[in-house]
């Protein structure tokens, strides 16, 4: 089993950047597929960037492409989401999760793990 614990979020106005962090517990950190999802008041859960456990290989949303990249680090068991050009749009609760598995997934149901999100306010 593993935890996760998101930091880095907070507010921060339209163009700015924020870097994300997933801290993972446990020792097969390495095993682990891992995503980025978020969530806005009234809105379903939705993908935003997804890496294997090699971190040879990432996939992110249309939404975000050229603004965000997902990054990992094994050795310090953590993911990143760098978020750059930000838009009131972004605005949400972001969550990392966690799964076992040689590829990317990007749906919530393909997940075992999530941590307790971080929320992102982006102003106008």
């Known amino acids: 089993q593993v935890q996760l614990v998101e930091s880095g979020g907070g507010l921060v106005q339209a163009g700015g950047s924020l870097r994300l962090s997933c801290a993972a517990s446990?020792?097969?950190?390495?095993?682990?597929?891992m995503g980025w999802f978020r969530q806005a008041p009234g809105k379903e859960r939705e993908f935003v960037a997804a890496?294997?456990?090699?971190?040879?290989?990432?996939y992110r949303a249309d939404s975000v492409k050229g603004r965000f990249a997902i990054s990992r680090d094994n050795a310090k068991s953590t993911v990143y989401l760098q978020m750059n050009s930000l838009k009131p749009d972004d605005t949400a609760v972001y969550y990392c999760a966690a799964r076992r598995g040689t590829y990317y997934y990007i749906l919530p149901r393909d997940y075992d793990y999530w941590g307790q999100g971080t929320p992102v306010t982006v102003s106008s």
């Open positions: 890496i294997t456990w090699s971190g040879d290989l990432t």
């Open positions: 446990g020792r097969t950190f390495s095993t682990y597929a």
